[in-house]
T-cell receptor, first 115, second 113 residues
């Protein structure tokens, strides 16, 4: 079974600064998908960004970008110009054939953005 | 708004009881997933349906069951409830059976007393 590891339970960043959240995963598959989801205090799960493993180019969505290192099985999320509204729990997730294409989530990183 | 609707938002019930959680997927989505989120276990995949058929099973207890109806809405039935079943239950939908992102509803908060 695929394992997703987020080694940073909590992080803090000042407004307007940049922060990087780490994620590593374990799989023997070659084709798969990776996602970052955000869960603010409202508890809603919001898709932040996705990456297809067959694409070498790192995905970018406005202030959010990823550093995808396939050989290292690493998928970090960079948040630029952090805003107070970015305060949330961030989950890294893996989707592949081994899990029936269901999302397999990491334990999450709690990010606090301070003024 | 993700377009995925879950009812009810909150549910409080007693041990041993049975409850049904309901989910309406986004318009056009054929695949429905159920997840359980608890403090100690994180987000656990329970089960997936695609166009009415069970497609994948995760860590779903035998006391739990689900189905997807012809109109594509889904229900998750939880029976013989225990205190440990208290959690946030999410439904998510996606356009295809695989390789498409999941869009989550706002969840049903279940409290078993």
């Amino acid at each position: 079974a695929q394992t997703v590891t987020q080694s940073q339970p909590e992080m803090s960043v000042q407004e307007a600064e940049t922060v990087t959240l780490s994620c590593t995963y374990d799989t023997s598959e070659n084709n798969y998908y990776l996602f970052w989801y955000k869960q603010p205090p409202s508890r809603q799960m919001i898709l932040v960004i996705r990456q297809e493993a067959y694409k070498q180019q790192n995905a970018t969505e406005n202030r959010f970008s990823v550093n995808f290192q396939k050989a290292a099985k690493s998928f970090s999320l960079k948040i630029s110009d952090s805003q107070l509204g970015d305060t949330a729990m961030y989950f890294c997730a893996f989707m592949g054939s081994g899990s029936g294409y269901a999302l397999n989530f990491g334990k999450g990183t709690s990010l606090l953005v301070t003024p | 708004d993700s377009g995925v609707t879950q009812t009810p938002k909150h549910l409080i019930t007693a041990t041993g009881q049975r409850v049904t959680l309901r989910c309406s997927p986004r318009s056009g989505d054929l695949s429905v997933y159920w997840y359980q989120q608890s403090l100690d276990q994180g987000l656990q995949f329970l089960i997936q349906y695609y166009n009415g058929e069970e497609r994948a099973k995760g860590n779903i207890l035998e006391r739990f069951s689900a189905q997807q109806f012809p109109d594509l809405h889904s229900e998750l039935n939880l029976s013989s409830l225990e205190l440990g079943d208290s959690a946030l239950y999410f439904c998510a939908s996606s356009a295809r059976a695989y390789n498409s992102p999941l869009h989550f509803g706002n969840g049903t908060r279940l409290t078993v007393t």
